[in-house]
């Protein structure tokens, strides 16, 4: 009776009503709203971002923060410890390349067969040692080159922690970007919910027309699509991120710290040539590719070395009853002569390697300048656009979203440009989120890119999980 009286009221009457219609509408929400209406807006309540998963887990979400996540890494990455024992394989080489060669001993025993002399003795006996001796410093060049491997083999390490790191973090950004698309998009359920329940009070004082109302109930569905496509996201993020951290047994149930990194100062204020030459500084491929030069060095001087041949020395000492002298002792030198081969195959081979080492030289440093040169330009460009999203468009696209519900509430404005606005508010916050999506991941390619500074080898823990 009450909906049938206020119907009745003449179209002026009405409009003046709307200004009053906010506590109308809260009476008639708890009064006398339609079966069907009821039916048509569902309100099920949301839920939170990490709430709940698909694994089976229970129990409330694990809190990560970036540096949890980068820790997690460093202890669990099975293809980080597959390159920590690399280090330990040319370790072994450096204990290899130091050995001195062992001596060799001979034990003779001859004039078994022949007849015994007139005092019926035995057989004679010899027993030789010969020992090699390298000449010309080798071992020592042999030392210093399998040095210079161990450590061209560590920057190998801290460069592979450096990528690594770098996939982490984005991975870790990823899963924010996620979280922050499921909350908005939760949210924007409940606003549309809240909308449509107040336009379908309007629907019944015959204030806006079905068509309309309509409208609103297909946002309000395609809201719900998008809140079931960011949860999709959100646990395909969990799982790359698991990926990475080979698996920990909390992985479908990580909550990104909600907290956008800020950039630090490592030296992006100064310009592109301050990083770049940060970068030779600190770079470990670079640190890597001239320590190979150095041991190709090593090893050409080896090769021309080589051809100074190696000396063997000796001594004996033989017992032979049946000679006048029973015991004697001789010493004895062995010097291969370098008269058909002087190791010219090997002399070249050593001389390609170092030219290919220095062209690798060249290379990386060639992939450092266009690394720096393409990380500080996404950071500035990224940092600009979060910048302006902050300090000119959000609060814009706030007023023009309220301004545009207000006015359809009082029907000074048209369903079309309600829904515009809604729909320009949504593609603005996600386009803002992707924007601070993109400045971390941009600051973390730039912390690539210079060479941030890792962890000792030793500090890698290859045992625990």
């Known amino acids: 009776m009450f909906l049938t009286a206020i119907r009745l009221i003449s179209r002026k009457q009405s409009f003046f009503l709307i200004g009053t219609k906010g506590v109308l509408l809260i009476l008639l929400s708890h009064v006398c709203i339609p079966a069907y209406a009821q039916q048509d807006i569902p309100n099920a309540p949301i839920a939170s971002a990490t709430a709940s998963n698909d694994s089976g887990g229970t129990g409330k979400d694990v809190s990560l923060s970036e540096e949890q996540a980068l820790a997690l890494f460093y202890q669990r990455n099975l293809d980080l410890i597959a390159a920590r024992y690399n280090i330990a394989t040319a370790k072994a080489s450096e204990i290899i390349s130091a050995a001195l060669p062992n001596p060799v001993m001979s034990l003779d025993v001859y004039e078994l067969g022949g007849k015994t002399n007139n ?19 080798k071992r020592q060049v042999k030392i210093e080159s399998s040095q210079l491997a161990t450590q061209a083999t560590e920057e190998d ?20 970007l996620a979280q922050k698309t499921y909350d908005f998009a939760s949210d924007n359920v409940s606003h549309y919910q809240s909308l449509l329940r107040a336009n379908q009070l309007r629907l ?11 409208r609103i109930k297909v946002e309000t569905s395609k809201a719900r699509s998008d809140l079931d496509k960011s949860l999709a996201l959100l646990d395909q993020a969990r799982s790359d991120l698991a990926v990475l951290l080979a698996w920990p047994d909390d992985a479908m149930r990580f909550k990104a ?14 310009g592109r040539d301050a990083l770049f030459s940060k970068a030779l500084e600190l770079r470990p491929d670079l640190k890597a590719a001239k320590l190979r030069i150095e041991q190709a060095q090593r090893d050409l001087s080896l090769s021309r070395k ?8 000796g001594g004996y000492y033989q017992h032979d009853p049946g000679n006048i002298d029973l015991n004697t002792f001789g010493v004895g030198l062995q010097v291969p002569l370098p008269v058909f081969y002087r190791n010219q195959g090997e002399i070249d081979q050593a001389a390609v390697k170092l030219s290919n080492a220095m062209l690798q030289l060249d290379q990386a ?5 266009a690394d720096v040169v393409s990380a500080h330009a996404a950071w500035k460009s990224s940092t600009l656009v979060a910048k302006r999203f902050e300090s000119e468009i959000l609060d814009d696209v706030r007023k023009v979203r309220e301004a545009a519900e207000l006015s359809f509430a009082k029907g000074a404005t048209s369903i079309i440009d309600l829904i515009e606005a809604e729909r320009n508010y949504k593609n603005t916050m996600m386009d803002y989120y992707t924007a601070l999506n993109d400045q971390a991941r941009s600051f973390a390619d730039l912390l690539a890119a210079v060479g941030e500074k890792m962890r000792d080898v030793d500090a890698v823990d290859t045992e625990g999980k």
């Open 119 to 137: 005092n019926g003795v035995g057989p004679a006996t010899s027993v030789r040692i010969d020992q090699l001796i390298q000449t010309a410093g």
């Open 157 to 176: 390490l801290y460069d592979a922690l450096r990528t690594f790191s770098n996939a982490v973090r984005k991975s870790f950004y990823s899963l924010l």
């Open 204 to 214: 019944d004082l015959g204030d806006i027309s079905v068509s309309d109302f309509l």
């Open 257 to 270: 710290e909600d907290q956008w990194p800020k950039p630090t100062e490592i030296g992006q204020s100064r």
């Open 306 to 313: 080589q051809v100074i041949p190696d000396v063997t020395v």
């Open 365 to 369: 440093e060639q992939s450092i300048r």
